[in-house]
């Protein structure tokens, strides 16, 4: 241990994890003295947690002049003023790896549901409809058909492994093309949408992605092809899939995430072709202590070596 307040957590991320924060590292705690980043105790801390839904914005890190590791639990970073951060020479880590299986299971969940009308099937038979009406609307069919991802990174890769179980084709559009990889590359977004049946979005967030998946995007996607967002709602411009869906210029949506949220608008919950989660992609009992623990051993290394281990830049 540093020193006693050399760690600063800014939000609470659960009892256990609040408690082991404070055994380990004596961390101080943001959510029970507001007055923190404004008193004599900011100059010490050399070390912040948060969480990727909390962040840690520009006002933050200019209060702490002492500030030289920002630990985040949580992939994503567009949450961090990380141009500051790497402005000042400030470290960030983030918790990559032991979440992408459980993330990418999520995007498959969510193709199963949405293509084998999961949802509405489950209530057909809860109601009693399947008793009175008898069959369910025919649904469609995954297994060999075509998959396009965008953002080839370890969520997307962990998502194109899986399906190979299904006999599916897999092409991909990224910021960069992977020579390493054996999948197609598709030159462009719109080529790649117009190639595939499902369209599984698993790219960073921030500005550079803000509604990249447009509704040009939908239309080149087609009447029969499916969403399937698990990466963040900015990504997606709500406005334009509503309106895809409302038309029928698209034939259903799986989303873990969603632009505003938390809540999803009404008039998409009203189509029965759209399956939607709370933003619980890597929510399992154990990625989440994978994760936990991930952050305290960033913290540890950097404390001990003046590194962090996950590293979001060099
Ligand atoms: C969320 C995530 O943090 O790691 C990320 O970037 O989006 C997820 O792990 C989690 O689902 C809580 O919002």
Redesign the pocket.
Known sequence: METESAVLQLTSMGQAFDDALRQRFGAIRLWEDKTLLTSERAAAVAAIVT???YGCDQRTIQALPGLRAICS????VDTIAVDLAKSRGIQISN?PDV?DDCVADLAWGLMLAVARDIVSANQYVRNGEWRELGKFPLSTRISGKRLGILGLGRIGAAVAKRAIGFSMEVRYFSRSHHQDSLLAFEPSLLDLAKWSDFLVVACPGGPATKHLVSSAVFEALGPNGILINVARGSVVDLAALINALEQNKLGGAGLDVIEGEPGAPSRLLERRNVVVTP?????TRETRLA?ERLVIDNLSSFFRTGRVLNPVFQ
Request: charged share 5%; net charge positive.
């Open positions: 969480s990727v839904r639990w949580g992939a994503g918790t979440l933003h619980v992609g890597s929510a994760m």
